[in-house]
């Protein structure tokens, strides 16, 4: 047959399609997926659909629907791990192969560690697929060091321990963009999840002492990067979250809700985008500052803003009177717990501001340490950023200046000397801190330098040594005290990992830029898990994933089961035909100087659960088998579709089915179309076909011998007579079947008749008889 062909018989030259309820056959259930022995040696065992559900269309393009459950694809996909013996681990790979086309994955690292372990370095594993890019790539990153994520340190023991818990282990790197403590358990984070601190965003997390549970998704998603958090220090349900571009979003009930601020903190003066550098929140007051725009601060909890103005002049180098006066940028505040009317501020430039009223006015803290030098334009500039101040001695105050180091006043900002030098690095290194006072623990402060160490001070300031317990990594730029005094704190770190062995992950959300951006979406379907053990530097393992590729319609005639015609074919990779569009409705387009059809165009897949088949060529009064098999050519990843050359296989059509190597009942399927009994109407057209009656043309498989009677009302009788009158056969109305009558041009004795025209008279109850014509050439 033409595989490509489209067409419908109607009219006198066809017969009518049969519209009736679908018809659904079950069969035994599908093999079991493919021993791992036989897909490691590159052979995919081939299954079949287990039903088929075959439905003529009672509406729209007449044509009968052969649908069929999609393949479960634990079963009819394999994968195999190749090269893990030599390791020094236990790899185990689960699920079912998602992808279309057969991949080899390789999977890679130049780190060593153990797995799970709190190791100083990560031990980072790259996977991605072998061979050609024909059908795309796809690969990924993920991590197997357990170092990194939240820390907490508690004053029982001196101990850290990790608060990772419900946070994926599927991140390159667990990175804590933003953190805040509530009271008791309650925190609030942001994350990222690249090498770059602040690259791939991650989205938005609560802990509340059991596990961290992503909020807000739709809102905080892979494109919204989060700057800061600040948790009302009286109600956790109340927490403000400080954005890249999209301002701030306020909550009142634990992150279920979001209230979004944006020029609604001024309408006066909107502007194209509200990055947030910098939250703070103390008792009502909260304060926000967005760059390039301003600082705001809220007196009731953030339902409402206010300007505050802060500020600063352009050049300390210029005369007074012609310096230019605008606002600075803020990257952190702290409270004065005695006053919380009094704040300061680390800005860039500028060293540290002060407010003495709430945020009324601002006043600058240069004293010694900003301060213009004739000699050298430039100079003065200090960027602070983070600061704090010292609750037993307000008037302390300690900041980070960025590639500086530690500075101290105890006069209110009058004087600062350098501090901590000697267990600071070189000062150019020094490019994000984060510094707390520790509750409870009078005169005691933490330092934490990025890239360096976590500091501590136990005379407010004046002296600095290592922090006896140092973390895991020295990457972190958050800390953050508990508020029950206990002397407990938080360290978010960034760059680490946070995998525990024996976790299983989904390869799918571990993908990096080397997946094919077409291919992200892609659920690859398959799990992996490491257990304990050591990874030695260039450890590396393969996995063979394989699929079939694609799907084969049958469809042979009633009285030949076993003689089936290819209908369709449908290549998963590569679905070749001459038709855009879906040949089941007025969609078709033809595709110019296209000889590649094999009827793809009639396969709908846009269901993923159900594949349907639409066939146009059915007529009315016959049978059909038909069945479904799907079909593959070997493992094909490290080819391309032009170089292959290995032999199609099939899945069995049925029990035994000598085209299949395979074992399988399959799903062969057999359908009546008969049309219903016509009513008893003069407008029914009653006709017989095939007419003229000859060898090479009718019904399939009966050319030349059967005619079919059809549209006759119940309880028809068929008589057929030469011209000269004689009777040659009586068909009663028990030869009837729905509104056909089927004759295989024999006489009552059973002898083939001869050639020559004959009369055919149809009897009805209820109409007027019918008389027609058939012309039978032998």
Aim: hydrophobic share 40%; aromatic share 10%.
């Amino acid at each position: 047959m033409n595989a490509g062909s489209v067409r419908f018989m109607g009219g006198r030259a066809a017969l009518a399609l049969l519209t009736c309820a679908s018809l659904v056959f079950l069969v035994v259930p599908a093999m079991a997926q493919t021993p791992d022995e036989a897909c490691a040696a590159d052979s995919l065992y081939l299954i079949s659909p287990e039903q088929l559900d075959l439905k003529l269309e009672e509406t729209g393009k007449p044509g009968l629907t052969v649908s069929w459950p999609n393949l479960d694809k634990t079963q009819a996909t394999c994968f195999s791990l190749d090269g893990t013996a030599g390791l020094g681990f236990d790899v185990v790979v689960a699920g079912g192969f998602g992808d279309r086309v057969d991949r080899v994955f390789r999977f890679a690292t130049p780190d060593s560690g153990d797995i799970g372990g709190r190791n100083a370095r990560n031990i980072t594993v790259t996977w991605q697929n072998q061979g050609p890019s024909t059908n795309g790539n796809i690969g990924g990153v993920f991590n197997l060091s357990n170092n990194g994520g939240l820390w907490s340190h508690s004053t029982v023991g001196s101990t850290w321990s990790q608060v990772n818990t419900g946070l994926p282990m599927t991140w390159q790197r667990t990175n804590v963009v933003a953190l805040d403590r509530g009271t008791g358990e309650f925190m609030v984070a942001a994350f990222t999840g690249g090498l770059a601190l602040d690259s791939t965003s991650k989205g938005l997390y609560r802990f509340n002492g059991v596990a961290w549970e992503i909020l807000a998704a739709d809102i905080f998603d892979e494109t919204v990067g989060i700057t800061a958090v600040a948790i009302s220090p009286t109600n956790n349900d109340h927490f403000a979250v400080g954005t890249t571009t999209d301002g701030v979003f306020m909550t009142n009930d634990g992150g279920d809700t979001f209230t979004q601020w944006t020029s609604e903190l001024d309408p006066l003066t909107p502007q194209a985008s509200y990055p947030v550098s910098a939250l703070n929140w103390e008792s009502n007051r909260l304060f926000v500052f967005v760059t390039n725009w301003g600082l705001f601060v809220s007196e009731d909890s953030g339902n409402s803003f206010a300007r505050s103005t802060i500020l600063v002049p352009d050049n300390l180098d210029k005369p007074e009177n012609e310096r230019i006066f605008d606002r600075p940028g803020i990257n952190a505040f702290a409270v004065d717990p005695s006053n919380t009317d009094r704040i300061v501020a680390a800005l860039n430039f500028h060293g540290v501001y002060e407010t003495t009223d709430g945020g009324a006015t601002w006043h600058d803290l240069y004293g010694d340490l900003v301060v213009s030098d004739p000699l050298e334009e430039g100079t003065w500039s200090r960027t602070a950023l983070a600061v704090a101040i010292d609750p037993n001695s307000p008037a302390t105050i300690v900041v980070g200046l960025e590639q500086r180091g530690l500075y101290r006043t105890t006069d209110s900002g009058a004087t600062w000397i350098e501090v901590g030098a000697a267990v600071q690095p070189d000062a150019g290194k020094l490019t994000a801190y984060s510094i707390m006072h520790r509750p409870g623990s009078a005169g005691e402060m933490l330092v934490m330098e990025d890239g360096w160490k976590l500091l501590q001070s136990t005379d407010s300031g004046a002296t600095w040594f290592d922090y006896p317990e140092q973390p895991t990594l020295n990457t972190g730029t958050i800390l953050v005290a508990r508020r029950d005094n206990s002397g407990d704190f938080m360290l978010a770190s960034n760059g680490g990992g946070i995998y525990i062995a024996g976790t299983t992950l989904a390869l799918t959300e571990t993908y990096s830029t080397t997946t094919s951006a077409s291919l992200r979406d892609l659920d690859l379907g398959l799990n992996i898990t490491f257990d304990d053990g050591l990874v030695q530097p260039n450890d590396d393992f393969e996995l063979v994933a394989q699929t079939f590729q694609g799907w084969a319609l049958w469809r042979g005639a009633s009285h030949t089961p076993g003689e089936m015609t290819l209908l369709g074919l449908f290549d998963r990779v590569n679905p070749e035909d001459c038709f855009e569009g879906f040949c089941g409705d007025n969609s078709l387009e033809i595709v110019p100087l296209c000889y590649a059809a094999k009827r793809a165009a009639c396969f709908d897949i846009s269901n993923p659960d159900t594949i349907r088949f639409f066939d146009e060529e059915v007529n009315n009064g016959f049978s059909y088998y038909y069945a479904v098999s799907s079909f593959d050519y070997g493992n094909t990843a490290l080819t391309t579709a032009q170089n292959n050359t290995n032999e199609m296989l099939f899945s069995p059509r049925w029990q035994g089915d000598d085209l299949s190597p395979y074992n399988g009942t399959g799903n062969r399927t057999i359908i009546d179309v008969n049309a219903p009994a016509a009513v008893a109407a003069e407008d029914e057209e009653i006709y017989a076909y095939p007419n003229p009656v000859r060898l090479g043309a009718g019904v399939p498989r009966d050319e030349g011998n059967l005619v079919v009677f059809t549209n006759l009302p119940e309880g028809s009788r068929v008589r057929v007579f030469t011209t000269a009158g004689d009777d040659v056969i009586n068909l009663g109305p028990d030869n009837q079947t729905g509104g056909q009558m089927y004759w295989r041009s024999v006489n009552r004795e059973g002898e083939e008749i001869s050639a020559g025209i004959y009369l055919y008279k149809v009897e009805m109850p209820a109409r007027e008889d019918h008389w027609g014509r058939i012309v039978v050439i032998r």
